[in-house]
Nanobody, 124 residues
Framework: QVQPVESGGGLVQAGGSLRLSCTAS????????TGWFRQASGKEREVVAA????????AYADSVKGRSTSSLDNAKKTQYLQMNSLKPEDTDVYYC?????????????????WGQGTQVTVSS
């Protein structure tokens, strides 16, 4: 079993950048595909980025495509989400998730373990 732990959220001005980190507590992500989701109050959780178990395949939401990059460092047991050109509408709680699978999943159902979330706030 693996427990994702997020870090790196915070307050940033529009146009700025943040790098979110998701560290595996327990096992490494070697057996898990991972993803980032975000959820605003009263709304459903939606995918931001997803990466396959070997890090070779990625997928991004249209809203962040071209502005975000997901990468995996299994030696460090960490998955990263680099977010650039941030907009106020990117403000949300961001969750890291791990699924016992090799391929990408862009739906919450594809994941078995979830972190507690990290707040990202983008001011205009």
């Amino acid at each position: 079993q693996v427990q994702p732990v997020e870090s790196g959220g915070g307050l940033v001005q529009a146009g700025g950048s943040l790098r979110l980190s998701c560290t595996a507590s327990g096992r490494t992500f070697n057996f898990y595909a991972t993803g980032w989701f975000r959820q605003a109050s009263g709304k459903e959780r939606e995918v931001v980025a997803a990466i396959s178990r070997d890090g070779g395949s990625t997928a991004y939401a249209d809203s962040v495509k071209g502005r975000s990059t997901s990468s995996l460092d299994n030696a460090k047991k960490t998955q990263y989400l680099q977010m650039n050109s941030l907009k106020p509408e990117d403000t949300d709680v961001y969750y890291c998730a791990a699924g016992f699978r090799s391929t990408i999943s862009t739906t919450p159902r594809g994941y078995d373990y979830w972190g507690q979330g990290t707040q990202v706030t983008v001011s205009s």
